[in-house]
């Protein structure tokens, strides 16, 4: 079957943000300071690279696996918001733009420390806007 919709245009595309919330826990052999990467359980395609990830603590501690870098103010939190790129294995990786989080490389990474007790998270997508993959 054909369409035929013109000569020109955008074509946006937009991810559909899983409403759910999502529990799970970060551990500490979970993180990998050097490679700025950490995982946690999560179904899979629930994450893609490039969503925004708001990322909070279910007892109310701060998320001390993030090094105090990672947010504006320069210090840790019990919450934020990240943009992420998911790797092959479902590892993690925050980024401070939507761009750096679709380039994966080193450019924005958020950097990550170590942690010794487990902190149990829940992760949402707070995707709101569209974001433009390609013209035609």
């Known amino acids: 079957m054909t369409v035929f919709v013109g000569n020109s245009g955008v074509v946006k595309l937009r991810?559909?943000?899983?409403?759910?919330?999502?529990?799970?826990?970060?551990?500490?052999?979970?993180?990998?300071?050097?490679?700025?990467?950490?995982?946690?359980?999560f179904p899979q395609?629930?994450?893609l690279t490039g969503d925004l990830l708001q990322i909070r603590s279910t007892n109310n501690v701060n998320l001390a696996f993030i090094?105090?870098?990672g947010w504006a103010g320069g210090s840790q939190l019990p919450d934020g918001n990240w943009?992420?790129?998911?790797?092959?294995?479902?590892?993690?990786?925050?980024?401070?733009?939507?761009?750096?989080?679709?380039?994966?490389?080193?450019?924005?990474?958020?950097?990550?420390?170590?942690?010794?007790?487990?902190?149990?998270?829940?992760?949402?997508?707070?995707q709101s806007q569209y974001n433009i993959l390609g013209l035609v």
């Open 67 to 69: 090094d105090a870098s």
């Open 83 to 126: 943009y992420i790129s998911v790797d092959e294995l479902g590892g993690v990786c925050l980024y401070d733009t939507f761009a750096n989080a679709l380039n994966g490389g080193s450019s924005g990474k958020v950097t990550l420390a170590a942690i010794t007790t487990a902190i149990p998270i829940e992760v949402k997508s707070v």
């Open 15 to 41: 991810r559909s943000t899983p409403s759910a919330t999502f529990t799970s826990t970060v551990d500490p052999g979970d993180v990998n300071v050097s490679k700025k990467r950490f995982s946690f359980d």
């Open 45 to 47: 395609e629930m994450l």
